[in-house]
């Protein structure tokens, strides 16, 4: 596959499923050999009949059509160098999308599509662009507090691939830790991505605070609303073993 898409290029995906009031979220698959692997687009409405995208995936005509609903797509956040494959078809679609990726990622995202800031920018006080504790700058979170529900839209540091479809995708799965059994830093991320596991276990502690969360939303695998706390504070403590 290559390292980002140059058109339009719809990959399997299910059904947008709304989690929240203005939250949107899809999974898709990412084509291996003898099986898929999961990938999860989320979109978030902001004020002012905007949206903010992270984690783009190109989806069906009639998917779009849900998306822009949502809210004219007008932030695009890459939340680390390895989520930008179809960062460049997006800003071409909509070309006044703010391209947004963490200040670690700013260079290799670059190559796809120029980066307009680093740091917040949505002019939405509900949403928050968090650059992740302990990664060296190179992963982006979302926070999303509304109606006194909190939702954490997280990237590469959480997975929850409790459903791997296909030999490949479960070997792969197990090979890497991307959550089989339970949530987890996949051990690929800790050793290419992770570069101060306290401060990472710090970030988590401090999320699992938030005593209106919800949910966590990660790029890989399932929703995480079955005590997210408690799962956040569990990854902490085994951060730090």
Same mark, same amino acid.
């Given at each position: 596959?290559? =390292?980002?898409?140059?058109? $339009?290029?719809?990959?399997?995906?299910?059904?947008?499923?709304?989690?929240?009031?203005?939250?949107? !979220?899809?999974?898709?698959? *990412?084509?291996?050999?003898?099986?898929?692997?999961?990938?999860?687009? !989320?979109?978030?409405? @902001?004020?002012?009949?905007?949206?903010?995208?992270?984690? %783009?995936?190109?989806? =069906?005509?009639?998917?779009?059509?849900? *998306?822009?609903?949502?809210?004219?797509?007008?932030?695009?956040?890459?939340?680390?160098?390895?989520?930008?494959?179809?960062?460049?078809? $997006?800003?071409? &679609?909509?070309?006044?999308? =703010?391209? /947004?990726?963490?200040?670690?990622?700013?260079?290799?995202?670059?190559?796809? !599509?120029?980066?307009?800031?680093?740091?917040? /920018?949505?002019?939405?006080?509900? +949403?928050? #662009?968090?650059? +992740?504790?302990?990664?060296?700058?190179?992963?982006?979170?979302?926070?999303?507090?509304?109606?006194?529900?909190? !939702?954490?839209? /997280?990237?590469?540091?959480?997975?929850?691939?409790?459903?791997?479809?296909?030999?490949? %995708?479960? *070997?792969?799965?197990? @090979?890497?830790?991307?959550?089989?059994?339970?949530?987890?830093?996949? &051990?690929?991320? =800790?050793?290419?991505?992770?570069?101060?596991?306290?401060? #990472?276990?710090?970030?988590?502690?401090? $999320?699992?605070?938030?005593?209106? @969360?919800?949910?966590?939303?990660?790029?890989?695998?399932?929703?995480?609303?079955?005590?997210? %706390?408690?799962?956040?504070? #569990?990854? %902490?403590?085994?951060?730090? &073993?």
């Amino acid at each position: 596959m290559t =390292k980002f898409h140059e058109q $339009w290029t719809v990959l399997p995906h299910g059904r947008i499923e709304e989690v929240d009031d203005g939250i949107l !979220t899809v999974e898709g698959d *990412i084509p291996m050999p003898l099986g898929n692997f999961p990938r999860r687009m !989320t979109a978030i409405g @902001l004020s002012g009949n905007r949206s903010a995208i992270f984690s %783009a995936m190109a989806l =069906k005509e009639p998917d779009m059509r849900s *998306i822009e609903a949502l809210g004219e797509p007008s932030f695009l956040i890459v939340p680390n160098s390895h989520h930008r494959l179809d960062a460049r078809i $997006w800003k071409q &679609r909509y070309p006044a999308l =703010k391209v /947004v990726s963490p200040p670690g990622a700013k260079e290799s995202v670059g190559e796809v !599509t120029p980066v307009d800031a680093t740091f917040g /920018v949505f002019g939405d006080t509900s +949403v928050e #662009l968090v650059t +992740v504790a302990g990664t060296d700058e190179a992963e982006a979170a979302l926070v999303v507090s509304r109606n006194g529900r909190t !939702t954490l839209v /997280v990237n590469d540091v959480i997975a929850n691939v409790r459903h791997p479809r296909g030999l490949g %995708a479960k *070997i792969m799965a197990r @090979l890497f830790g991307f959550g089989v059994k339970c949530p987890q830093v996949p &051990r690929i991320v =800790k050793r290419t991505m992770v570069k101060d596991k306290t401060a #990472l276990a710090g970030q988590f502690r401090a $999320w699992a605070g938030d005593t209106q @969360l919800q949910r966590i939303i990660v790029s890989h695998g399932d929703i995480i609303d079955n005590d997210p %706390a408690g799962a956040l504070r #569990l990854l %902490a403590a085994k951060l730090e &073993r």
